[in-house]
């Protein structure tokens, strides 16, 4: 009887000393990260609460109100913009992770194949957007003005011999009008809810130097915390390394 009643305090304590972390994630693969690591954080007194969104405005918005701890669905450009957008002052805590942006298409095998007036439909956010542009300049399906500029937009394409006609929209919704277009560039997260294979099915896709590494972000007055800490290193474990590996086989890639 005594060593339940002890074992029981010693639960009790954990719980009244457990630290909790509310963190907003995109459902794949960053939610699937985070749960991963959630039982390694609960051993080490820290209580990780995972909020799925499937946008890019909202986790920035309730991080920067203090209605959530962190959020981890951005690259650190993004951010960058959204900052200096909303004069917000978010922070970046770790980078985990690259999520090769690609461009799909239900009607072509091949960026070649694309005909003359095509529809192609890109993010509508700055920085996704400027990056769907960057990459098919590199694939030399355009040409912009700028090809090292991440804010670039569709007014500076200075070369466009298709006369492709390109569309914005938000970019989780891209892969419901997949089958409605020629061309969609594709964040890879989305591409991966929507069953697309982005080694298999991307016409084109980022590189492993891409500068769009996913990160942690969280306030300037919580990210030092003792429990933020911990989320950190756990991002960075080897097991986290291998999970990313073995679960997406290359479509998302270990950024440490």
Do not use: C, W
């Amino acid at each position: 009887m005594k060593k339940l009643l002890a074992v029981v305090a010693a639960v009790a304590a954990f719980s009244a000393h457990a630290e909790t972390l509310t963190v907003a994630a995109t459902p794949v693969p960053h939610a699937e990260i985070l749960n991963f690591v959630k039982p390694q954080l609960a051993k080490e007194g820290v209580e990780l609460k995972v909020k799925e969104f499937t946008d890019y405005i909202q986790p920035n918005v309730q991080v920067a109100e203090k209605r959530l701890d962190a959020n981890f669905f951005q690259h650190q450009p993004y951010l960058d913009e959204f900052n200096k957008a909303k004069g917000t002052d978010l922070k970046s805590v770790v980078g985990v992770h690259l999520e090769p942006l690609g461009a799909y298409s239900s009607k072509y095998k091949t960026l070649n194949e694309l005909p003359d007036g095509a529809t192609v439909v890109i993010p509508n956010d700055a920085t996704n957007g400027g990056r769907a542009l960057l990459l098919l300049d590199k694939a030399g399906v355009i040409a912009l003005k700028d090809n090292k500029n991440i804010l670039s937009t569709v007014k500076d394409i200075t070369g466009n011999d298709k006369k492709l006609k390109f569309r914005e929209l938000e970019a989780a919704t891209i892969p419901r009008v997949l089958t409605q277009v020629d061309l969609a560039l594709i964040n890879t997260n989305y591409a991966l809810e929507a069953k697309l294979n982005p080694e298999k099915d991307a016409l084109v896709i980022e590189g492993s130097d891409s500068p769009y590494v996913n990160i942690l972000v969280a306030r300037p007055d919580n990210m030092g915390s003792d429990a933020m800490n911990k989320l950190k290193a756990a991002l960075h474990s080897p097991e986290v390394k291998q999970f990313i590996m073995e679960k997406y086989k290359g479509a998302v890639v270990p950024a440490f």
